[in-house]
Structure formats: structure tokens, C-alpha cells
């Protein structure tokens, strides 16, 4: 099979879908991996690496995308790339398509078929897709809103861990899943007062096992959220219903009650984000105030961390990528349940619930459209 990596060209999207040792096990096993030029660098890796390994250079994006059966990204494909996909073209990618009705409609449109990493789902629940880049955006979120809580950034200049006699800071975090865990981790050892609230009890429970003495296990309502985020020094935004898009848990006149040059970071932005008054940013651009509360929403987040962000994607998702092209995305489907979860759409259909009720649009099974 020819397997394609084109270079990311989201903004300051530094990731690369694929390493020269996943190049190398691709060619190794008969497979024609094509690299768009300078696909790697901001990654750390050479063209001359990838020639090393057995892939081929492409000068250009679109000779990439006509060659390859399988395009393999990190980010969705933007505006500028929807021209070159072809019907039947799989493409294995983050999507996060219940964000974007734009975005689902025009996949539909162009008879691709689409693999989601962060619908790709193990029978225990677990998103192995998802967990890598959430692991790195829940750390970073903490280090970004220790940033932004510096005075010279507007926020309130607060420390987050304090020093010994001065109280640390207050850090809430919205939803205890990967993200939630990673955050709550970081911004414990800095020594801060971290609330986790979160709507499952099981999740509540075993956190309560395994997270250090200055990490509270809330469960989430609304008065209870309202209450916790009223003290905030630092909110983050970690929630996820699988696949739908996030539910809006800070309403626009909540953020009147939080404190001026308090910050939210809301990773949950690329589901649509938890806070009512975030919009996507960037890491160029990756803040903007209302109401004096410093809101960070850069959808990307691991993009600014490339180097550690590729090799903990492509460590993940590379025997998914072997699956697909030794055996063809049927095949492969057909034999990978959890594979099987992240098809969300085949020539025009849309074969994932969430995304479809989305934006009423009609729902046809996975299991149906691969046979
Ligand atoms: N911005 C970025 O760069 C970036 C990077 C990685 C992940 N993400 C996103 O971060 C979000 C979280 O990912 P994750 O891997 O931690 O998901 P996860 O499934 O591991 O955890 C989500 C948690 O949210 C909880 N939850 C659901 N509804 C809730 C509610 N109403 N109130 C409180 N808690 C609720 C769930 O019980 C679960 O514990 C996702 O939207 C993911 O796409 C963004």
C-alpha cells in the first residue's frame, strides 16, 4: 500500500504523523511510504532520516495526497487540503468531527474514509488514541496556566505552589479522565490546592486511591462547580462525553463570579470547549480576556511540544497504521473493534452516532458500511 504523511500546516503545528522508525517498519513489511518535504523538522527529524529508513520525499502536498491510498496526519485536514482528498482515500487522523459541522460536511462531500484517532475506542473505554495527547495537554495546561497567572500576562500573580507560610494557589479542574489526571498530577507536585470535580463516582473513587493528599475528589454539580470556581485561581476545562461535543459547564454570566486575573485553560476546546465564552486559539494568539478572566483555548496544545508529542502519538497509533495497510481498511476493521470505533465516515456517511445527532444528519453503523 502507499502510505502518505503530509506536512501539518495548521498553525505552529509542529507534529509529524509518522517517525523514520514507523517509516521504516512500513517499507520494511512491502509498504510505499511517501513524506512530504521538511515533513519531520519541526519534530526533529531530517528528510534524510526518512530517506534512511525507506520512505520517499515528495516536493509537494499534493503529490503526496494523489499517490497515497492511506494519508496518515495528526491534525484534521484544514481548508486549504479538502481539495485533494479522493472518494475512497483513507485518511487516519484526529478529527474531532461533532466540533465542526464545515468540517463533517465537506469529508462527506469528498467520499473519503474516515478514521478517527479519538474515536478509536479498546473494549475497556479506554481512548488509546486520545491518552498520549492527553496525557501531554493535561501537563501542559498546568505549566500554560502558571504562565498566564503571572502579573506581566495579566493574571493575578499568584505562585502556584505558594512559598512556606503563604497559601498556594487554588486549581479546579473540570473532568478526572487522562487530562484531568495529568493536570491534577503536575499542579500537585508544584504543591497548589487542586479540586477535581467529575460526574462519575467510580472515577471519583478510584482517584481518591491514587492522587496525593493535596487533590480534593468532588463530585460535580452546579452549585457545587459554581461554588469551586468562584475560588479559582486556575480552571481547567478536561470534560469528555465520547465523541459528542462537550457540554457548556461554565455559562457566560458564571464567569462574573470568578476572580479578575484568574485563568482558564479549557482543553476540552477541540469537542467545542466547557466554557461558554471560549472560542479556539492558537499558540501564536492562545489567550483573550472577558470579564477579566484570562481564557486560553489553543485546540493543538501537544503542537507545541512536538518532539515529545510525535513520539507518543506515533508510538500509539503506529499498529494501527500497520493494521491498515497490511490489510486494507475492510479488513482491518472487520478484524479491530477498537479500530472499528473510529470510523466516522465512509463515501458520505456519517457511521458515528455522536457525530450525526451533531447536526441530524443521518446515522448508519460502522459494522453496516464495511462489508
Ligand atoms: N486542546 C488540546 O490540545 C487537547 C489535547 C488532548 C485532549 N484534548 C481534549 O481534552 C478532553 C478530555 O480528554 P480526556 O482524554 O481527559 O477524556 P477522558 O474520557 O479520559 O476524561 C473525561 C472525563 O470527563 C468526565 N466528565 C464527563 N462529563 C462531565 C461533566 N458534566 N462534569 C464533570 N466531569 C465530566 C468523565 O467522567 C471523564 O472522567 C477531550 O475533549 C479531548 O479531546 C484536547
Redesign the pocket.
Known sequence: MKIGIPKEIKTNENRVALVPAGAEALASAGHTVIVEEGAGLGSGFSDALYLAAGAQIARKAAAVWAEADLIVKVKEPIESEWEHIRPGQVIFTYF?FAASEQLTRAHMASGAVCIAY?TVELPSRE?PL??P??E???RMAVQEGAKYLEKLYGGRGILLGGVPGVPPARVVI????????NAAKMAAGLGASVVI????LE?LRYLSDVMPANVQLIF?DRHT?LKQIARADLVI??????GAV??K?IRREDINIMRKGAVIV??????GG?VETMHPTTHENPTFIVEGVIHYG??????GVPITSTLALTNATLPYVLQLAKKGYRHALRGSPALLKGLNIVGGKVTHRKVAEAFGLGYHPAESMID
Open positions: 474531532h479519538e481512548l486520545l491518552t495527547m492527553s501531554v495537554a493535561g473540570l473532568g478526572g479522565g487522562v487530562v484531568g489526571v470535580l467529575d460526574v462519575s472515577r460535580s462547580l476545562g478536561a470534560v469528555l462525553v465520547h462537550a457540554p459547564l479549557d482543553v476540552s476546546i477541540d469537542q466547557c489553543v485546540a493543538n496544545m501537544p503542537g
